[in-house]
Every structure is written in structure tokens, then in C-alpha cells.
């Protein structure tokens, strides 16, 4: 079954940095754009970063610019995000997903990963 599954979110306290990682199985993401989203406590999800087919472009939201960086690792078959110095605003559930280039091949989102930044 093909699908897509988030890990490394967790407790950090406020400046500190998490590694989220998207593992996908039942495909490969060579030819998928891949994001990520949040959602926040009583806010819609919103996305935070998105790659290209390559992963060789992303993009990020101005609300994270300069703080996270998402990459892909097409031989591990993974988009991992890299979020630094978080804020307690950067409290939310991440999903991954990934919509395949040709728009109809495939379309994943992951059950999601909380993260919590506290003191």
C-alpha cells in the first residue's frame, strides 16, 4: 500500500531544532512534489514548505523563511524538514504531502507528527 509517514516530531523548548523526515513506501518520490504543511491549535493547515520534482527548488513560508529548509533524498526515498531556532508559534501537527507531477498518478498525505514548542 503506498503511503506516506511522517516521524521526528516531539517536546522543544523555544530556539531549539527538530528533524521531521517523510518515508515513503509503495512508490518512489522521483517524480512527486512534495511539501509540508502545518496546522496550528484552531488555525486552517497551511503549507510551510514545498520542493520540486527534483528537490533541487523549494520553497518556504515567510513565517519560517531562514528558520527551515526542506530537502529530499530521492536514494533513501525520504523529504526531510529542518526546522531551527523554533517559536512556540511553530506549535502544530506537520503532515507531509506528496502529489505526483502528472496530476493523477498519486496523491499522499501522512496521519502527521506534533510538534510542541514550550518551555
Known amino acids: 500500500q503506498a503511503q506516506v509517514v511522517e516521524s521526528g516530531g516531539g517536546l522543544v523548548q523555544p530556539g531549539g531544532s527538530l528533524r521531521l523526515s517523510c518515508a515513503a513506501s509503495?512508490?518512489?518520490?522521483?517524480?512527486?512534489?512534495v511539501s509540508w504543511w502545518r496546522q496550528r491549535p484552531g488555525k486552517e493547515r497551511e503549507m510551510v514548505a514545498g520542493?520540486?520534482?527534483?528537490?533541487?527548488?523549494?520553497i518556504h513560508a515567510d513565517a519560517v523563511q531562514g528558520r527551515f529548509f526542506a530537502s529530499k533524498d530521492d536514494e533513501k526515498n525520504i523529504v526531510c524538514l529542518q526546522m531551527t531556532n523554533l517559536k512556540p508559534e511553530d506549535t502544530a501537527v506537520y503532515y507531509c504531502?506528496?502529489?505526483?507531477?502528472?496530476?493523477?498518478?498519486?496523491?499522499?498525505w501522512g496521519q502527521g507528527t506534533q510538534v510542541t514548542v514550550s518551555s
Open positions: 504531502h506528496a502529489e505526483a507531477s502528472d496530476g493523477y498518478s498519486g496523491d499522499y
Open positions: 509503495g512508490f518512489t518520490l522521483t517524480r512527486y512534489l
Open positions: 520542493l520540486s520534482v527534483s528537490g533541487d527548488v523549494a
